[in-house]
């Protein structure tokens, strides 16, 4: 199903849509300030494994993201965080990043091995806007072509016709990105950049 959602004002009953498929442990595609993602709902273990299938990884290693509508659950996910830290992510999020930071003792029973978690809040109203009304943060991925160099599709349609069959649903919110997020790592005494993305490595 390719559904299309609006950025400008994302309409309730659609994002309501949405979050019925992810409770019950569906799969979707939908849209972020960087690129598209697959995302499911992290509560959901059966939806969790087929996130896990559907990137061909082992779900207790996989290096999945969390996308989070704003910072008031981190402490359900992460162990304390510290001042500077803290100031980083006020500073940056909503925003083009992904940070790793320790992972704490209260993550589901799928990700209870994890050290890490990697944590999202895109600048994306759509995005946001799920999560909300979900109630509780997705589990996410990059939506990538499997060819041999890195190709994003930033086409909806392009990625419904391509993965309609493994999805339940793709959120058509335009054409995406085809740079994903910086990722850095919040776990040391100072910031580790990861991988460069959209998001300026000047934090």
């Known amino acids: 199903m390719l559904l299309k959602i609006y ?3 994302p309409n309730p009953k659609q994002v ?4 019925e498929v992810l409770k019950k ?7 972020t300030d960087t690129v598209y993602a697959f995302g499911c709902d992290l509560n959901n273990n059966k939806a969790l494994h087929r996130l896990a299938d559907i990137r061909g990884v082992d779900l207790a290693k996989a290096n999945f993201s969390f996308i ?3 910072l008031s659950n981190l402490s359900d996910f992460t162990r304390q965080i510290d001042n500077p830290t803290y100031k980083i992510l006020r500073r940056t999020l ?3 990043y992904t940070f790793i930071l320790p992972g704490s003792s209260k993550l589901p029973s799928a990700f209870k091995k994890k050290k890490e978690v990697g944590i999202r809040v895109p600048d994306h109203s759509v ?8 109630g509780n943060p997705l589990v996410s991925a990059s939506l ?3 060819d041999e160099i890195l190709e994003y599709t930033t086409d909806p349609e392009l990625i419904h016709e391509k993965w309609i069959d493994k999805v339940d649903l793709v959120v058509d919110s335009g054409y995406g990105g085809n740079v994903p997020s910086t990722v850095i790592d919040l776990r040391g005494d100072q910031p580790e950049l990861i991988r460069e993305g959209k998001g300026s490595v000047e934090i």
């Open 7 to 9: 950025p400008e004002n």
């Open 16 to 19: 309501e849509q949405v979050v």
């Open 25 to 31: 442990g569906g799969l979707i595609v939908f849209p």
């Open 68 to 70: 989070c509508s704003d």
């Open 94 to 96: 909503p925003g083009p």
């Open 127 to 134: 995005a946001r806007s799920i999560v909300e009304t979900l």
């Open 144 to 146: 990538y072509d499997d």
